[in-house]
């Protein structure tokens, strides 16, 4: 009890508290954030140290006895909301580079996700607010299942997109377009991630995947906004993918409309002390094809001939999901970049004047000279 | 046990809202009927979130769906909030998530205020019927929609007057069930504002269209199906800043078609609670509260110079005028200056009574 009460009590304190006690003028920034699963071009400056907690939820139905009204009946929950808390720790080196470790710490079934080690590395001119930025970025990934909580016991297909389990490595190339340093008064930015997502399971060989983050970011000085376009693409633009498993008694296609396919849409709150609170919401924008198609149709039957695929197999990824996270420094140094954007956005802020009605009651002259802190009674 | 345990983060949120207390009503810019958010939005960095139940009756019985939302103001013109309820305490229901953006002087307190609102509804509600879905893969769809809210606040023309008038348009009425049909909704608002507390009164009228499904290939033709109803409720504020709402929804009218009807609620009680977590005045609220003060102390005046008036009408023979009486009064500037020397004199008997102590 005392446990829930300590947890409770600081991740209040984190969230409301802190910003309001430490606000500084000085604006704490990550020079190498992400937006949702989009990655800048920058590194986070020299031992700068950031901790993300994220949690991911959606809805999805996997387990065929929820849909029997009997079940429904004498279960007391019955709502397929999934949840999954997830953390990653970055720590920049030189002005050049920064290292993280990220995981899914607990995922279906309580059971252990994945854990991810890769490193960020950008041109040197980092400490620079520069207008175009590149990088690269290696990850790897351990992924601890594949199985559950599949629909129809297709390896690999989990709600939110393809996984292999075991090793696999992610490259990427970052591009960045910052037009602060060109036009202060636009705080827009244009990111781009592209690469390739390498199983390392003999097996599963063939079901190396594409991968592009595209999207705008719009920031300003205590908020940004972001849309982000996700897809993660098996070698199926000109003709669907065949995937065989069981030994070959399961053989389906993938289409590439049915890749996994997301448009984000965000937003994060950022306070003075680092904090950055952020939501995102990734809508689906993949089409199932088969299903689409209805599966008694001629259209259909003569697809299945074509490909000899034994089940009318479609992804059926979750249509929507949600991301809440919280940034927050354990190390901080104000990087050069970092300070001129802040002083490019506040240059440009409109001026707050703002009424303090406590101090205007109480100001001597005034109406309201009442000598003591006392609530007005109406 | 766990009830308990629930408690402490409630009891927590509570703590961090009263430790900002003072003197003047904190009220969000934001604030609004149950049904209907206002043009205006929260201020910039304000968080202000809640907590509520409605509880009702209709065709398929009584529910009591909990729920959760919050609001952020990001910026003088925008905000983004959601919300999230629990169908009768068993799953969770439809999620939304909004961004306001309104017009301009919306820190002012300005009488014709519009907003025009991106919805994201994202349902959990099993769909089996449109689509690719089906029996054994259902689908639940995330579902955008639009919204505007025009508001009046007469109190901006004449203090004497503290109404607003709210009206909005939606393309959705009912969250649960936009998997199944096109909505279009129409609601107004009555608030009669006071310093700390409203009156409210809603009226709303919903619009449903079935789309083409497995059971109805062809769909609906029109908006077949209307329903509309009242919501009469109250705000009343505690510790001058925590809301508590109540309401009654009784539904006046329904229009359904025969086959596959929409199922009615005939009432909805709902009570809610509003706390602001992390609150600044905004300048449209403060000038509210300002005529508010100023109104009381008008009225105070008034009294004050009605009972010398009356006692100079009772009491002829003393001539006792109004500025004789009030050369009579301290003013505050005296009283001020009276504390002030209290002061003094105490601080050096201390200090009389330190060294004394000392020689002792």
Same mark, same amino acid.
């Given at each position: 009890?005392?446990?829930?009460?300590?947890?409770?009590?600081?991740?209040?304190?984190?969230?409301?508290?802190?910003?309001?006690?430490?606000?500084?003028?000085?604006?704490?920034?990550?020079?190498?954030? /992400?937006?949702?699963?989009?990655?800048?071009?920058?590194?986070?400056? !020299?031992?700068?140290?950031?901790?993300?907690?994220?949690?991911?939820?959606?809805?999805?139905?996997?387990?065929?006895?929820?849909?029997? !009204?009997?079940?429904? #009946? #004498?279960?007391?929950?019955? #709502?397929?909301?999934?949840?999954? !808390?997830?953390?990653?720790?970055?720590?920049?080196?030189?002005?050049?580079?920064?290292?993280?470790?990220?995981?899914?710490?607990?995922?279906?079934?309580?059971?252990?996700?994945?854990?991810?080690?890769?490193?960020?590395?950008?041109?040197?001119?980092?400490?620079?607010?520069?207008?175009?930025?590149?990088?690269?970025?290696?990850?790897?990934?351990?992924?601890?299942?594949?199985?559950?909580?599949?629909?129809?016991?297709?390896?690999?297909?989990?709600?939110?997109?393809?996984?292999?389990?075991?090793?696999?490595?992610?490259?990427?190339?970052?591009?960045?377009?910052?037009?602060?340093?060109?036009?202060?008064?636009?705080?827009?930015?244009?990111?781009?991630?592209?690469?390739?997502?390498?199983?390392?399971?003999?097996?599963?060989?063939?079901?190396?995947?594409?991968?592009?983050?595209?999207?705008?970011?719009?920031?300003?000085?205590?908020?940004?906004?972001?849309?982000?376009?996700?897809?993660?693409?098996?070698?199926?633009?000109?003709?669907?993918?065949?995937?065989?498993?069981?030994?070959?008694?399961?053989?389906?296609?993938?289409?590439?409309?049915?890749?996994?396919?997301?448009?984000?849409?965000?937003?994060?709150?950022?306070?003075?002390?680092?904090?950055?609170?952020?939501?995102?919401?990734?809508?689906?924008?993949?089409?199932?094809?088969?299903?689409?198609?209805?599966?008694?149709?001629?259209?259909?039957?003569?697809?299945?001939?074509?490909?000899?695929?034994?089940?009318?197999?479609?992804?059926?990824?979750?249509?929507?999901?949600?991301?809440?996270?919280? #940034?927050? !420094?354990?190390?901080?140094?104000?990087?050069?970049?970092?300070?001129?954007?802040?002083?490019?956005?506040?240059?440009?802020?409109?001026?707050?004047?703002?009424?303090?009605?406590?101090?205007?009651?109480?100001?001597?002259?005034?109406?309201?000279? /009442?000598?003591?802190?006392?609530?007005?009674?109406? | 046990?766990?009830?308990?345990?629930?408690?402490?983060?409630?009891?927590?949120?509570?703590?961090?809202?009263?430790?900002?207390?003072?003197?003047?009503?904190?009220?969000?810019?934001?604030?609004?009927?149950?049904?209907?958010?206002?043009?205006?939005?929260?201020?910039?960095?304000?968080?202000?979130?809640?907590?509520?139940?409605?509880?009702?009756?209709?065709?398929?019985?009584?529910?009591?769906?909990?729920?959760?939302?919050?609001?952020?103001?990001?910026?003088?013109?925008?905000?983004?909030?959601?919300?999230?309820?629990?169908?009768?305490?068993?799953?969770?229901?439809?999620?939304?998530?909004?961004?306001?953006?309104?017009?301009?002087?919306?820190?002012?307190?300005?009488?014709?205020?519009?907003?025009?609102?991106?919805?994201?509804?994202?349902?959990?509600?099993?769909?089996?019927?449109?689509?690719?879905?089906? &029996?054994?893969?259902?689908?639940?769809?995330?579902?955008?929609?639009?919204?505007?809210?025009?508001?009046?606040?007469?109190?901006?023309?004449?203090?004497?007057?503290?109404?607003?008038?709210?009206?909005?348009?939606?393309?959705?009425?009912?969250?649960?069930?936009?998997?199944?049909?096109?909505?279009?909704?129409?609601?107004?608002?009555? &608030?009669?504002? *006071?310093?700390?507390?409203?009156?409210? *009164?809603?009226?709303?009228?919903?619009?449903?269209?079935?789309?083409?499904?497995?059971?109805?290939?062809?769909?609906?033709?029109?908006?077949?199906?209307?329903?509309?109803?009242?919501?009469?409720?109250?705000?009343?504020?505690?510790?001058?800043?925590?809301?508590?709402?109540?309401?009654?929804?009784? *539904?006046?009218?329904?229009?359904?078609?025969?086959?596959?009807?929409?199922?009615?609620?005939?009432?909805?009680?709902?009570?809610?609670?509003?706390?602001?977590?992390?609150?600044?005045?905004?300048?449209?609220?403060?000038?509210?509260?300002?005529?508010?003060?100023?109104?009381?102390?008008?009225?105070?005046?008034?009294?004050?110079?009605?009972?010398?008036?009356?006692?100079?009408?009772?009491?002829?023979?003393?001539?006792?005028?109004?500025?004789?009486?009030?050369?009579?009064?301290?003013?505050?500037?005296?009283?001020?200056?009276?504390?002030?020397?209290?002061?003094?004199?105490?601080?050096?008997?201390?200090?009389?009574?330190?060294?004394?102590?000392?020689?002792?």
């Amino acid at each position: 009890m005392k446990i829930n009460l300590i947890i409770s009590a600081s991740v209040l304190a984190l969230i409301f508290m802190v910003p309001a006690a430490f606000s500084q003028s000085n604006q704490k920034r990550n020079r190498g954030e /992400s937006f949702y699963k989009l990655q800048n071009s920058n590194t986070s400056g !020299p031992g700068n140290i950031w901790v993300t907690l994220t949690a991911v939820g959606f809805v999805w139905d996997d387990v065929p006895d929820k849909k029997d !009204p009997s079940v429904l #009946s #004498s279960q007391k929950w019955f #709502s397929n909301l999934y949840g999954f !808390p997830e953390i990653k720790a970055q720590v920049g080196f030189g002005d050049f580079g920064t290292a993280y470790v990220e995981s899914r710490v607990l995922s279906y079934r309580f059971k252990f996700g994945n854990i991810a080690a890769g490193v960020k590395l950008t041109t040197p001119n980092n400490e620079d607010l520069r207008l175009n930025g590149f990088g690269l970025d290696f990850k790897f990934n351990y992924q601890f299942f594949e199985t559950n909580p599949t629909l129809g016991g297709y390896y690999g297909f989990m709600p939110e997109g393809f996984v292999v389990k075991g090793l696999t490595a992610d490259v990427k190339f970052l591009y960045e377009l910052d037009l602060l340093p060109r036009i202060s008064k636009v705080p827009l930015r244009a990111i781009a991630n592209a690469g390739l997502r390498m199983p390392f399971r003999s097996d599963r060989a063939d079901c190396f995947q594409y991968l592009l983050d595209a999207g705008a970011v719009y920031s300003r000085y205590g908020f940004d906004f972001f849309a982000i376009y996700t897809l993660e693409a098996f070698n199926n633009l000109f003709k669907p993918l065949i995937l065989t498993q069981e030994n070959g008694a399961k053989r389906f296609a993938v289409f590439f409309p049915e890749n996994p396919m997301y448009l984000t849409l965000g937003g994060n709150i950022r306070y003075d002390n680092g904090l950055v609170i952020s939501l995102s919401v990734p809508v689906l924008l993949s089409r199932n094809k088969y299903s689409s198609m209805g599966y008694g149709n001629e259209e259909y039957q003569i697809e299945r001939e074509k490909y000899n695929v034994t089940d009318p197999f479609d992804p059926w990824f979750t249509k929507w999901k949600m991301a809440g996270s919280i #940034s927050f !420094p354990l190390r901080y140094k104000k990087t050069s970049a970092e300070m001129m954007r802040t002083y490019l956005i506040l240059k440009n802020r409109k001026k707050d004047n703002r009424m303090d009605i406590d101090n205007r009651l109480q100001e001597p002259g005034t109406e309201g000279k /009442s000598q003591k802190k006392e609530p007005l009674e109406f | 046990m766990k009830l308990r345990l629930s408690i402490y983060p409630v009891l927590l949120l509570l703590m961090c809202s009263l430790m900002s207390y003072s003197q003047t009503v904190k009220r969000g810019r934001n604030e609004g009927t149950f049904n209907i958010s206002p043009s205006n939005v929260a201020g910039n960095g304000n968080i202000t979130t809640g907590i509520s139940l409605s509880g009702g009756y209709g065709e398929t019985g009584l529910r009591a769906d909990p729920g959760f939302n919050v609001a952020i103001g990001i910026s003088d013109i925008m905000q983004l909030s959601g919300r999230a309820s629990f169908t009768n305490f068993q799953g969770l229901g439809a999620v939304e998530c909004r961004l306001q953006i309104t017009t301009p002087e919306n820190n002012n307190l300005r009488f014709f205020g519009m907003c025009i609102n991106g919805d994201l509804y994202l349902s959990t509600t099993k769909d089996t019927l449109i689509g690719s879905a089906t &029996e054994t893969r259902p689908d639940y769809n995330p579902f955008f929609r639009p919204s505007a809210v025009i508001d009046l606040d007469w109190i901006a023309l004449s203090s004497h007057f503290p109404l607003k008038n709210y009206f909005s348009f939606s393309m959705s009425d009912n969250p649960d069930m936009l998997y199944l049909y096109n909505q279009l909704s129409f609601k107004t608002g009555f &608030e009669w504002k *006071l310093y700390q507390n409203s009156i409210i *009164l809603d009226a709303g009228l919903g619009l449903y269209k079935e789309k083409p499904n497995l059971m109805l290939p062809s769909g609906d033709k029109g908006f077949k199906q209307q329903t509309f109803w009242i919501e009469p409720g109250i705000r009343y504020r505690l510790f001058q800043r925590i809301s508590l709402l109540g309401s009654l929804r009784t *539904l006046i009218f329904q229009r359904v078609k025969h086959d596959r009807p929409l199922p009615a609620n005939y009432m909805r009680l709902s009570c809610a609670v509003e706390v602001p977590l992390i609150y600044r005045e905004t300048n449209s609220e403060a000038i509210r509260t300002m005529i508010f003060v100023e109104k009381e102390r008008e009225k105070k005046k008034d009294f004050v110079t009605k009972n010398i008036e009356q006692q100079k009408s009772i009491r002829p023979d003393f001539e006792l005028t109004f500025d004789e009486f009030k050369t009579d009064l301290p003013d505050a500037a005296q009283q001020r200056e009276q504390l002030q020397k209290r002061e003094e004199i105490h601080e050096k008997m201390q200090e009389i009574e330190s060294l004394l102590e000392d020689l002792e």
